[in-house]
């Protein structure tokens, strides 16, 4: 069975940090990469950036130096942090996975407050 389970959204003050987890079947977890994805209101969901098997993480022209994405292999969780928080990160934060990207987790929402 493939899972991507999501968590450590919630609603922070900007300014803060948030880690959010991605925890992923062992299935898939060492396919040649995962991905966050974001979904701000209003707008289509976008990519944020991705880590490969070996923990080269990649990230989007959007994403600044704020968003760090890392990989914890031996409890199979994908991780991104968000530091220095605003209230444009508000948004449902999504892992992807799978030999082909083709599974989703089911998102975990971030709200930022000023």
């Known amino acids: 069975q493939v899972q991507l389970v999501e968590s450590g959204g919630g609603s922070v003050q900007a300014g803060g940090t948030l880690r959010l987890s991605c925890a992923v079947s062992?299935?898939?977890?060492?396919?040649?990469?995962m991905a966050w994805y974001r979904e701000r209101p209003g707008k289509e969901r976008e990519w944020v950036g991705t880590?490969?098997?070996?923990?080269?993480?990649h990230y989007a022209e959007s994403v600044d130096a704020r968003f760090t994405i890392s990989r914890d292999n031996a409890k199979n969780i994908m991780y991104l942090q968000i530091d220095s928080l605003k209230s444009e990160d508000t948004a449902v934060y999504y892992c992807?996975?799978?030999?082909?990207?083709?599974?989703w987790g089911q998102g975990t929402q971030v709200t930022v407050s000023s």
């Open positions: 062992r299935n898939i977890f060492d396919a040649p990469g």
């Open positions: 992807r996975g799978g030999y082909g990207l083709q599974y």
């Open positions: 880590i490969t098997r070996e923990g080269v993480a």
